[in-house]
């Protein structure tokens, strides 16, 4: 998984069939300090995320292993919303403190 | 899925039976800005996206989650046309109007 | 899937038995230019296509969605041999004429 | 895989219900010296690795061939945690002689 | 594949059970010249490969597709033992003779 910060989202109405009803975020990648790294993915929001919100978001097959997204062209899935972040014994982020 | 504009096509006579039939795009990847990055992709049209338009495009095992791609050597799928795109509390684009 | 340029060859006699009998072509990854960039990989051969050409690879388990490749430890494969790129209303790529 | 160091942990209470129970590792991959690369991965912990030690993780569909993390949303998992790392017959880790 | 030069071994004794009896080989990347690249990799061994040898490595699920590696959390594996490289009509390698 990676840590990400959801910055917004995609409207699509033309797409796939199996993807209609999904919310489609915007969501930069952040390293292990909590600061935003480069790139972005769109990922199904498989957690009730909302932006500004830092999750956790898996790619690939994984994203797959959702109820709501098996076997649909989904690659990339916000699975978990960030309480507390820690590294080298410091807490980085926790959640409503930022 | 990654945020991509449909730059141009591919034309190959010669391939993979199964992959006979497929419209190939070529397809830069956008920023969460709408700007593009490097790279390329040339991706299965699932959806009917023409030349310049704003698309969300599935990479890996996903790309194969489509009724048309479904076991075929297809690794890049555009599965959606992007309406709007709305990062940090602004729209940075909608669709006719770029 | 991605566009290449065969670039040579890779002759291998020791290995995993499901791989005998391929043809390993070390390819080189282009832009939607036409022009090479940086890496390289090495992909079996699925279309018959030799040193000099322009190619569509794809890459992951997508490589093994062709007759040949089925259940091998292969990652990447040609899957098709390009005949035109056309990008931004431009032919800059027609087999043949380069 | 790739050689990583456990850097900290994540904390996530709502999260896809098949993620429960899991300890989630930051963990910042390492180059064959051993010295820390740019970058860092949120794997799942299946052999009990704590802050500081070397490991190593499996990514992509791979990450889910453990028996805790079958079928389940997860990209990333810690399998093994190194004892060496020999490179050019010259051991460069040993764990507890760092 | 990718072409790579194994550099070393790492060495795990406490690790998931399914990857007991592998041999864990440091993997460095080569580019179509056989000149080492950025970054490296820890691939199972399939053939038999002995540091300093010059193989084809498969990564992603493509890894699992070996006897040995079947249903493992294995991402990496090392497939074949190059005996030659060419590439632009010239030999830039050649097993025994670098």
Redesign the interface.
């Not at 790139?39 to 990922?43: E, F």
């Not at 960030?82 to 014994?89: H, I, K, N, R």
């Given at each position: 998984?990676?840590?990400g910060k959801v910055?917004?989202?995609?409207?699509?109405?033309?797409?796939?069939p199996?993807?209609v009803g999904f919310k489609?975020l915007?969501v930069?990648p952040l390293?292990?300090k909590g600061a935003e790294?480069s790139?972005?993915?769109?990922?199904v929001d498989?957690?009730?995320a909302g932006?500004g919100e830092v999750v956790?978001y898996?790619?690939?097959?994984?994203?797959?292993?959702?109820v709501a997204t098996k076997?649909?062209?989904?690659?990339?899935?916000v699975?978990?919303?960030?309480?507390?972040?820690?590294?080298?014994?410091r807490e980085?982020y926790r959640k409503g403190q930022e």
């Open positions: 998984m990676l840590l910055k917004g989202t995609v409207v699509a109405t033309q797409k796939e199996s993807m489609f915007v930069k390293d292990e790294v790139g972005s993915v769109v990922a498989a957690v009730g932006v956790l898996a790619t690939g097959s994984a994203a797959r292993q959702t076997d649909r062209p989904c690659d990339a899935v699975m978990a919303i960030v309480d507390t972040l820690e590294v080298g014994g980085v």
